[in-house]
């Protein structure tokens, strides 16, 4: 059956396209786009192609079309963790927050260095109406001491590789880690914490922790490691993605290593460019993440490293726990909060409406680049003849964030009036979410 979406502000990235324009789709690809803007009702009317009597039809007025979004970090805890989330509600949420593409981090239970945990994260995936991908782990069993066996991962079906979660701490390793990546032509995501210079996790060591009289982890736990591994992938040319971003001076590592010709890559998360280390005296552990929300100086700087290209990404590294879990004291909660379904709105809200960057841009660092990265040819893009994967949102009238189609719902945003609500996420042609 053809759907056609008609009548909203398609926004593409790659083509640099933000006009009124019909999405013509048949067979999960998009079929034609008939602009609007710059053609007379005539010329129109002639382009487009015969509607049929069966044709769905979806009026998108007063909508912006995007492609759908992709998220290069979730942890969707499947297998073995499956009370937090399992890859059903982590697809869920995702619909719901218009991503059509994710790629579940490796730290499940047991952890996924085997191609068959691979091949049981993907099979799962697969039933759930949107793409989910998978990494594997660099390392065995996230011990950080040997090597998986990244081919054959590969073949199972990894898209990258990442410790996550667990900082890399053998260079030797890290070194070896990036020539067999560059060699696969596959990229690995790296968590930057070095634990030797963290009292107590999750928690910015500042003003906040002083206040609170907790250790806390300093800047310089996440910077000493991105500095190294900056350097490494210099010297190897490996795609080397430093994940979840939070730190003014590793913004700086990262913008040098790109000057001298590193293949680096940065991504940030909605909380880190929204809230700062002041977040933990009001929302206890729903501000509690690794790395910590740091000062508002960070934040500041890293909304200017968005705005310059510095930033590659946004990722929402979505985090689920329970809330048994989060309810402990501060130092013995998890880290970590979910953001699959305020992402959008929170950078729709805080970056876009706060005049900080325009939809290209933010399309870019949602949609495009997360692809590229990936080596992902369909995502991230409208163009005719590519997939029909697609995120329709309301910028213009402000909702509150209630309930979240995730398992879990540790969150500080709940209650937070935001703008950007997605009212439907299409996926290879097929409607996946419908906003109630």
Known sequence: MVKIIKNGRVIDPESRFDGRADLWIENGKIQKIVKKDTKSESDEASDAPFIPADAEVLDAEGLIVAPGLVDVHVHFRDPGLTYKEDIETGAAAAKAGGFTTVVCMANT????????????????????????????????????????????????????????????????????????????????????????????????????????????????????????????????????????????????????????????????????????????????????????????????????????GTIDMIATDHAPHSAEEKEKPLTEAPSGIIGLETSLPLAVTRLVKAGHIDYLTLFEKMCLNPAKLYRMKEAGRIRE????????????????????????????????????????????????????
Not at 210 to 216: A, C, M, R, V, Y
């Open 109 to 308: 239970k047991p952890v996924a260095d085997t191609p068959e945990i691979v091949r049981y994260i993907l099979e799962k995936g697969a039933k759930t109406g949107i793409h989910v991908e998978t990494c594997a782990a660099v390392s065995k069993g996230f011990q950080g001491k040997e090597l998986t066996d990244m081919e054959s991962l590969k073949e199972a079906g990894a898209i990258g590789f990442t410790d996550d979660g667990i900082p890399l701490m053998s260079e030797k390793l890290v070194k070896e880690a990036m020539e067999t990546a560059k060699r696969l032509n596959v990229p690995l995501s790296f968590h930057e914490e070095d634990p030797a210079f963290i009292f107590n996790n999750g928690i910015n060591r500042g003003p906040v922790s002083e206040q609170l009289g907790i250790g806390g982890s300093p800047a310089l736990a996440e910077d000493s490691m991105v500095a190294r591994d900056c350097m490494i992938a210099l010297h190897t040319g490996a795609d080397v993605d430093i994940q979840h971003i939070s730190s003014r001076n590793a913004v700086q590592m990262v913008g040098l290593a790109k000057k001298l010709g590193a293949h680096v890559w940065a991504e940030v998360t909605p909380h880190h460019f929204t809230l700062d280390e002041t977040a933990v005296l009001e929302y206890g552990t729903l501000a509690k993440m690794n790395p910590p929300l740091r000062s508002a100086a960070d934040r500041e700087a890293l909304i200017e490293a968005i705005k310059d």
């Open 385 to 436: 003849g590519g997939a029909a994967d697609l995120v329709l949102f309301d910028d213009q009238t402000p909702y509150t964030v209630e309930k979240f189609h995730s398992k879990a719902s540790n969150s500080p945003f709940v209650g937070v009036k935001l703008y950007g609500k997605v009212h439907y996420t299409i996926c290879s042609g097929e409607t996946v979410y419908r906003a109630e």
